[in-house]
């Protein structure tokens, strides 16, 4: 899932324009809870923050953590992705059996599984909700999902009007044919994109259901203000039984040090950044309250390999990934928050190799491989710009990055732009490499596999705006990560996995390593059932929470 | 006082041992450090000593106060001038195209012209310039500052116009150009002072804002407007990080504001009478 993390955010006067509203929608806010009459037991409402509104709440169209955290809590898909143990758990299908040839997935439905509108889900339902995310009209970003299903493309090009893989013998049986093995493929159907949706509902042409999405998941959905909140009130009929929790608010609220004095002041139960360590009066108040956990996803400076000066040279790309000090970044300059990279595949999934050497700070190196690049003390070498998206984060990473490449003489130019200007420069289209020479970005795995951010960011299959926004190009690394997919032993498939990161560190040095994730969140004492996700600070499974205050 | 700094600021690393781009705080401490007896205002979020980057940010908000001025007071003199002198056609044509300019909010213009160039330091012309990023923003400071300047000028050389040396100047065979920069522009010049020592300020202003938002000067450049946008975040905690510049921009900008009523004062000579 690609995140903007350290995220995007308005402009710095904006941003002080907003603290004043932000703090009067929240008392209005408060006493708006407060002031409802209170039945024998307290209402539980948990509230947390988003940065901003959902793109969309489309599960099909669906494509950043925001989106997901709403609709993965409204929706469910035939199974799931636990998002604490990250193992694949039965949903809308109880049980599933698959072929000895890893080619056709039998789900058998659960008893009970009904709609928010009332209505069972059926295997039709299962069915619709599949082929519309594989039809062209719904333009999914996220229809490869489905590729792996016999007749996938032909069903999407218009040349055949049913997915020939894609069968329901009953109503509580779904069949599901693949065109050969391909072992995420369990996984690839926890993802939010692949919910059961009801026909009835998502038919219409008024598209009614972009702002009150139906699913059948725990939680209904009540209002969406925009800018303001998301209401999702407890579904009594949920399969799993109705969640503790009677509502979820969702505030938006973009400005951190608002956000913060907000969660200090009793208007959110949960916030998903922490105060700076260093800042010691914050902590003081906070600091018992703070979560941290690694979570699966990467951060790192991209280069356009199809953009001269990086375009065919290795060298220049190992010097400037040696002259950045990485563990100065994260241990020091913005401590508590990431672990320094060495590659591509993090920490705790299958593939991650702690002892891939990567590019540990080394001055000397950076300045023997810029001389090796053909710059030697950076003579030669045009000024490089450096492309974020705007917020604090970004802009004191982007600064150091440029002050550590300054001391082995090369000159870095900081374009800081909003979000989409930033995607357009950075993705440009498939014929086109686009503006951005280098760029930071972040990428949060869907699911712990290793496939999960190999295929996405550097398989030329994604070559340009897909994601592989590097442009990079290498036959070997492509046959390893397809070889690993028709693998079904999981340590061959590690090893197929390092060999491939070996080539795109090592030998290629496709981008400038980073960090490994690692989240921080703030939880009110009173939050019990808390699940600390290694998917990211976003996937709440709001069914397992509840509040549990003192009397008072 | 800030004049001094601005023009000592390039013998600053030399005198006192740091560069405003030198990352000087400990690499084992996270920046910004509080103020210490190395670095009296403490150290930036990239651990930079903030006093060296005050001192050098002078210069970019002296570059860019003296130069959009000085583009304004040119263009609005030239166009001042010529509407005031010529009169008729060429008046009304200069002054409806000055209210147009007038009437765009200049801040908002200035803010989109500014973003439409987006890599000052390939663009040509602004390339040969000591800090691309900044040249952009006096240039388009300067062309949008002129108007409120060519009324004044306009409106003085009316007046003067009817005044006896100048009718008599033209009596005489004096050609326009002759009158106009012999006789009118020296009796104009008082207002233009002070209009122009304002216009300083103003600017200064204008471009601390600008950086703020992020389309000013581009890092690692120490202007005051970035430097309180770096610090923003700090806010809470240590304060001085975006105090330091914060305070700076406010002396500055008064100091330029009262060096203007001053002269404005020593120059009403109506007002000077009274008092004595």
């Known amino acids: 899932m690609r995140t903007s993390e350290p995220r995007a955010s308005l402009p710095g006067l904006a941003r002080a324009a907003l603290l004043l509203p932000v703090a009067l929608a929240g008392m209005a806010f408060l006493a708006c809870t407060r002031g409802r009459p209170s039945p024998e037991r307290a209402e539980q409402v948990f509230r947390f923050r988003m940065h901003e509104d959902p793109p969309t709440l489309d599960p099909a169209l669906s494509n950043d953590q925001f989106s997901e955290a709403v609709i993965l809590n409204v929706h469910r898909g035939l199974v799931e992705l636990d998002p604490e143990t990250l193992e694949i758990r039965p949903a809308v299908a109880d049980s599933w059996t698959i072929s000895p040839d890893n080619r056709v997935y039998t789900f058998h439905l659960r008893d009970g599984v009904r709609f928010h509108n009332g209505r069972p889900v059926t295997s039709q339902d299962v069915a619709y909700s599949l082929r519309r995310l594989l039809k062209k009209e719904t333009r999914s970003p996220r229809r490869f999902l489905l590729e792996p299903i016999e007749g996938a493309q032909e069903f999407t090009d218009g040349t055949s009007d049913a997915v020939r893989g894609l069968a329901t013998p009953n109503d509580r049986t779904v069949v599901l044919r693949l065109a050969r093995p391909f072992a995420p493929f369990l996984s690839e159907l926890t993802m939010a994109n692949a919910a059961v949706l009801p026909r009835e509902v998502y038919d219409d042409p008024q598209k009614a259901y972009l702002r009150a999405p139906v699913g059948c998941g725990p939680f209904r959905f009540g209002r969406w203000e925009q800018s303001n909140f998301i209401e999702l009130l407890a579904f009594d009929g949920y399969y799993g039984g109705r969640p503790a929790l009677d509502r979820a608010v969702i505030r938006m609220i973009e400005n951190k040090t608002s956000a913060l004095q907000e969660y200090i002041a009793g208007g959110l139960d949960s916030l998903d950044e922490t105060p700076d360590e260093n800042d010691t009066a914050m902590m003081a108040k906070v600091g018992q309250e703070v979560h941290k956990y690694p979570f699966m996803g990467t951060g790192y400076i991209g280069f356009n390999l199809s953009l001269p000066p990086f375009k065919g040279n290795a060298a220049l790309r190992k010097a400037f990934n040696y002259a950045v000090d990485k563990k100065y970044l994260w241990e020091v300059l913005i401590p508590g928050g990431n672990i320094p990279a060495n590659g591509i595949i993090p920490p705790g999934i299958p593939g991650h190799d702690k002892d891939l050497p990567g590019y540990p700070h080394d001055e000397a190196k950076a300045r023997s491989f810029l001389a090796q690049a053909g710059y030697p003390a950076g003579k030669g070498l045009p000024p490089v710009a450096l492309w974020v998206n705007t917020g604090e984060g970004n802009r004191q990473i982007a600064s150091q990055i440029q002050t550590d490449l300054k001391t082995i003489g090369v000159t870095i130019v900081i374009r800081e732009v909003d979000w989409a200007a930033y995607i357009a420069a950075v993705s440009g289209t498939k014929d086109n490499a686009g503006q951005a020479q280098m760029f930071r970005f972040g990428w949060y795995l ?63 040095a496709v981008w400038i390593f980073l960090n490994y994730y690692q989240a921080s969140t703030l939880y009110k004492p009173y939050v019990k059932g808390v699940v600390l996700s290694p998917l990211g600070e976003f996937r709440l499974p709001l069914e397992r929470l509840r509040i549990e205050r003192g009397t008072h | 006082m800030f004049v001094v700094c601005a023009l000592l600021a390039p013998l600053l690393p030399a005198s006192i041992g740091y560069d405003p781009y030198a990352q000087v705080a400990p690499r084992s401490v996270s920046p910004p450090t509080p103020p210490s007896r190395d670095n009296w205002l403490g150290t930036d979020t990239l651990g930079r000593d903030l006093l060296s980057r005050l001192v050098f940010g002078a210069r970019i908000s002296l570059e860019v106060g003296v130069l959009a001025t000085a583009i304004a007071l040119l263009i609005g003199t030239a166009l001042g001038a010529a509407a005031g002198y010529a009169g008729g056609r060429t008046d009304a044509f200069l002054m409806r195209a000055t209210d147009l300019v007038l009437a765009f909010p200049a801040p908002l213009l200035a803010l989109a012209i500014i973003a439409a160039v987006p890599e000052p330091e390939t663009t040509p012309l602004l390339r040969s310039l000591p800090h691309p990023s900044v040249g952009v923003v006096f240039l388009v400071l300067g062309c949008l500052g002129w108007a409120s300047i060519a009324r004044l000028v306009r409106a003085e050389f009316l007046r003067l116009r009817e005044q006896d040396f100048a009718q008599a100047a033209q009596a005489m065979g004096a050609h326009g150009a002759r009158v106009v920069l012999r006789h009118l522009l020296p009796n104009a010049l008082r207002p233009l002072i002070v209009v122009a020592t304002l216009g300083i300020g103003g600017n200064i202003l204008m471009e601390a804002w600008l950086s703020f938002l992020g389309v000013g000067a581009r890092p690692p450049l120490p202007s005051w407007g970035t430097m309180i946008t770096e610090g923003q975040e700090y806010f809470l905690a240590k304060p001085w990080v975006c105090l330091a510049p914060g305070l700076a921009i406010l002396l500055v900008v008064l100091g330029f504001n009262l060096l203007g009523d001053a002269i404005s004062d020593r120059l009403d000579t109506r007002r000077r009478q009274r008092v004595a």
Do not use: C, Q
Not at chain 1, 466 to 485: H, I, M, S, T, W
Not at chain 1, 488 to 508: F, G, Q, S
């Open chain 1, 446 to 508: 869907d699911y712990p596999d290793a496939d999960a951010i190999l295929r996405p960011l550097l398989h030329s299959s994604n070559w340009g705006p897909a994601g592989n926004f590097g442009r990079y190009k290498n036959p070997e690394f492509d046959a390893l990560v397809d070889k690993a997919l028709a693998v079904t032993d999981p340590k061959e498939r590690a090893e197929l996995y390092r060999r491939a990161e070996t080539i795109a560190v090592m030998d290629d």
